[in-house]
């Protein structure tokens, strides 16, 4: 889809056959097709990259100088209110006259600068669009890391908080340590396709001022380097929550594992509590003929409470030596 900005704060879809009006500011370009992308090229000469070479990974091909014309791909996370997250690529074109904008998924930052470009009638300039753009990306990256930082809290109080005196229910606490870790460890996803996203702002910024274009002007300048200290701010928050997903990775793990050890050490009380008994009902059962007991008139209860004491007393050196 191809959606036109004129400097006016209007908005044109292009038609068949296309055209470009007089004065846009901004083109932006959602899952392209090949005849929007020729249409684009032949208006404006600027070279529309595509979904690969945006997905590049290196400096060098996602920050790049052409020609007076500034080639800027970041990797955006699509889909981010919902389970599906994931990250792709979208492309920002900057000249002096006109920004070009690539992507192939729809992204709510680009929804929100959009809606403030038609309601905006001065903002005519597409660097300052361009800035609207990053700094909205930015700001929906703080939500995210906030929201993803509430989750942590909620599952950071079900796991360390609770007399841990009073005993729990084995199959619910398993259930609910479950539970953690799937949230924990979908959380660090997310935290990951976050991570990804500020390092590509975070390297865009530093690259557009250090191209000291006559049209970048000192309060485009400034608004740059605020960026760049929000991305950083944005950066350490995002590594403290990281130290905290693998904090609750540790922990939770750990009480899965001395859940595991108390079911082993409970068999195992329970394996050699009963080898006593059954010694003793094996000594008895034999039948011998000259066994001093069958003959005794309380033969049957001395068999029955040597049983019991050689249940009862490894129980109580298991209790004494704090074994259970």
């Not at 032949?42 to 920050?63: A, N, Y």
């Not at 800035?131 to 939500?143: C, F, K, S, Y």
């Not at 084995?170 to 390092?199: E, N, P």
């Not at 009380?269 to 003929?289: D, E, H, Q, R, W």
Request: neutral net charge; without cysteine.
């Amino acid at each position: 889809m191809l959606t036109i900005y004129r400097d006016n704060g209007t908005v044109a879809q292009a038609g068949h056959p296309p055209q470009l009006p007089q004065h846009a500011v901004w083109i932006d370009l959602l899952a392209p097709t090949d005849e929007e992308k020729a249409f684009v090229e032949s208006r404006t000469g600027i070279r529309i990259p595509s979904i690969e070479t945006l997905s590049e990974i290196e400096s060098s091909s996602r920050l790049t100088l052409e020609h007076e014309t500034l080639y800027l791909s970041i990797p955006v996370v699509a889909s981010g209110d919902t389970a599906d997250a994931h990250l792709s690529a979208a492309g920002l074109i900057l000249t002096q006259s006109m920004l070009v904008s690539v992507r192939f998924v729809p992204l709510a930052s680009f929804d929100v600068v959009s809606e403030r470009v038609r309601q905006d009638a001065t903002l005519q300039s597409p660097t300052a669009i361009f800035l609207m753009l990053l700094e909205a990306m930015v700001d929906r990256a703080a939500d995210v890391l906030e929201r993803l930082g509430g989750e942590l809290n909620k599952v950071s109080r079900s796991v360390f908080r609770g007399d841990p005196s009073r005993p729990r229910h084995i199959a619910r606490a398993s259930r609910a340590l479950r539970q953690g870790l799937t949230a924990v460890g979908a959380t660090g996803d997310r935290l990951a396709l976050t991570r990804d996203a500020l390092l590509g702002i975070g390297r865009i910024a530093p690259f557009v001022l250090s191209v000291r274009k006559s049209w970048i002007v000192p309060e485009f300048e400034g608004r740059l380097d605020a960026l760049v200290k929000d991305v950083a701010s944005l950066n350490d928050y995002e590594g403290h929550l990281s130290n905290k997903v693998q904090l609750l990775l540790d922990a939770i793990l750990g009480f899965i594992t001395i859940q595991q050890n108390d079911l082993f050490k409970v068999l195992t009380i329970v394996s050699v509590v009963g080898i006593p008994p059954t010694l003793v009902a094996g000594i008895y059962g034999m039948n011998f003929k000259y066994m001093p007991e069958l003959n005794w008139i309380a033969g049957y209860p001395f068999g029955l409470a040597m049983i019991a004491l050689s249940a009862i007393i490894p129980l109580i050196w298991f209790k004494w030596r704090g074994w259970f």
